[in-house]
């Protein structure tokens, strides 16, 4: 593997928004225009960096940068981008520059306009660190940098009991970080480093090992709200305003995935061997309990949030089966789920902007007065559901194949089973929402203002184009998959 430093891209990627942040708050704050100009761009920037840096990773290259930082630790500050990282900042970065867009219109009214957009930019950098820091002691502190801008999102502009709420994702997800930190610490402790890549070389078999990895796990099980680390995210979800709810299902709690890719498959294969059972086990009940509570709700964003809960279990499952085909499908329905859940949620933003109204059993005939957003909504539940030939059928069918492989036949078989529960609770919500007997008067009903009807319409495209046109995609995860084995 190749690695080689350009031009300081990545911490670019990383740094433009949380410098953009206190502009955005102090300097445009009079002025809404100004205020989307500059949020929008400086999201955008560092998804054209994602961009302009595929022919890279796609040709086998990891972009690498280093600086001092605290030499007294041996810590630098280096971002790494490879093709394990890449699917990620993908994701992040354009669920990141579409939310930001989505928020112009469907924030516009709301208070404090300024301060929401410094603290999205703040929680889209969080998000760009986790995923490119290369070692722990950073990655925990972008961890974090993604909590708190998140907490105030929630607590000062959510639904509900917003405050509470807030406080109890911020104390839930915190003790997750905290658990993470204690695991991080035991690995220095050990082994004196905190550098990814040296650790890769110094980690030998040592009964501590098991134990490192538990807390590791607990750590991003938390984020990925795995059963039963899982009753934050409910109310969380549900309850944050959308353009926040789309980042934090579609995306945030991929960064437990993330973590458990790089840290447990990367630096503790042997003892992950012997924690497959449970965390198949733990996955599993993911997918059913999700599923299951998904099928009893009446609240749009609340069967949507059920539904995470679900498919990170799926998520889960693909990358414990420890076989290239598992992980690949598990890596690529990250970005899946992202792209569909945050179709789905932009969706229920344009029936809460429209109508003022999430409550399935007040909604009704709204296929003709809202032709995109139904079909936005049918496609992104569709793919969940695994449904061919969208994006979701092809990671879910290469999770159950890497199932099969590894000989984990009835934990595979449920799992495949429980697709059926997803089609059910997303078809009776799209039945329920545009073809039953309107409960409104439509003659005043319109569809999606451009400024969230253009996002929508990107992830539409990405949600089809997933399932036949992947190659380019697919091949960079297959790569890190096979690198991430230990066959």
């Not at 990170?312 to 085909?325: D, S, V």
């Not at 936005?376 to 099969?404: D, R, V």
């Not at 078809?427 to 969230?452: C, E, G, Q, S």
């Amino acid at each position: 593997m190749i690695y080689y430093s350009l031009s300081s891209l990545l911490s670019i990627a990383i740094f433009i928004q949380l410098i953009f942040a206190p502009i955005v708050f102090l300097v445009t704050s009079r002025n809404k225009k100004s205020v989307d100009a500059v949020a929008v761009a400086a999201s955008s920037i560092p998804f054209i960096i994602t961009i302009l840096l595929f022919n890279d990773i796609y040709s086998g290259v990891s972009i690498y940068e280093e600086y001092y930082w605290i030499p007294a630790f041996q810590l630098k500050l280096g971002f790494l981008l490879d093709s394990l990282s890449y699917p990620f900042l993908l994701l992040i970065t354009l669920m990141g520059f579409l939310s930001t867009i989505y928020s112009t219109k469907y924030m516009e009214h709301e208070h404090g306009y300024p301060a929401y957009m410094a603290l999205l930019l703040m929680f889209n950098a969080g998000m760009v660190g986790v995923v490119l820091a290369t070692n722990l002691f950073l990655l925990y502190i972008f961890w974090e940098l993604m909590l708190i801008p998140s907490y105030f999102l929630i607590a000062y502009w959510g639904t509900g009991r917003p405050r509470i709420i807030g406080f109890k994702y911020f104390v839930f997800t915190h003790a997750g970080a905290l658990v993470m930190l204690l695991g991080i610490i035991w690995m220095y402790v050990l082994y004196g480093s905190l550098e990814i890549s040296q650790l890769s070389t110094l980690i030998t078999d040592r009964a501590e090992n098991i134990y490192i990895a538990s807390l590791i796990f607990i750590g991003a099980a938390v984020k990925m709200a795995i059963f039963p680390f899982h009753t934050w995210l409910p109310d969380a979800h549900a309850e944050a305003p959308t353009p926040i709810s789309v980042l934090l299902s579609g995306v945030m709690i991929k960064t437990g995935a993330y973590v458990v890719a790089r840290i447990l498959l990367g630096l503790f294969y042997q003892p992950l061997q012997s924690m497959v059972d449970m965390l198949a086990i733990l996955s599993l009940l993911s997918m059913l309990w999700g599923g299951f509570m998904a099928l009893v709700q009446t609240d749009v964003k609340r069967l949507l949030a059920y539904s995470s809960i679900s498919q990170m279990g799926y998520i889960l499952f693909g990358l414990i089966t420890l076989n290239p085909t598992g992980v690949s499908g598990g890596l690529f329905h990250v970005l899946n789920h992202g792209f569909a859940k945050g179709l789905l949620f932009m969706c229920s933003g344009v029936l809460i902007h429209v109508l003022n109204e999430r409550d399935l059993n007040k909604l009704g005939g709204l296929a003709s007065r809202m032709p995109l957003t139904a079909m936005a909504m049918l496609l992104g539940g569709l793919s969940i559901a695994g449904t061919p030939p969208l994006g979701g059928f092809a990671s879910e069918w290469m999770i159950f194949g890497g199932g099969m492989e590894s000989g984990l036949t009835l934990y595979t078989a449920i799992a495949i089973a429980n697709t059926a529960i997803t089609a059910g609770y997303y078809l009776r919500m799209i039945r329920a929402i545009f073809f039953l007997k309107p409960r409104h008067d439509l003659t005043k009903v319109h569809d999606a203002p451009i400024n969230m009807a253009v996002p929508m319409s990107i992830l539409i495209i990405l949600v089809i184009i997933l399932g036949f046109l992947n190659y380019p995609i697919t091949k960079i995860i297959a790569s890190t998959a096979t690198q991430l084995i230990k066959i």
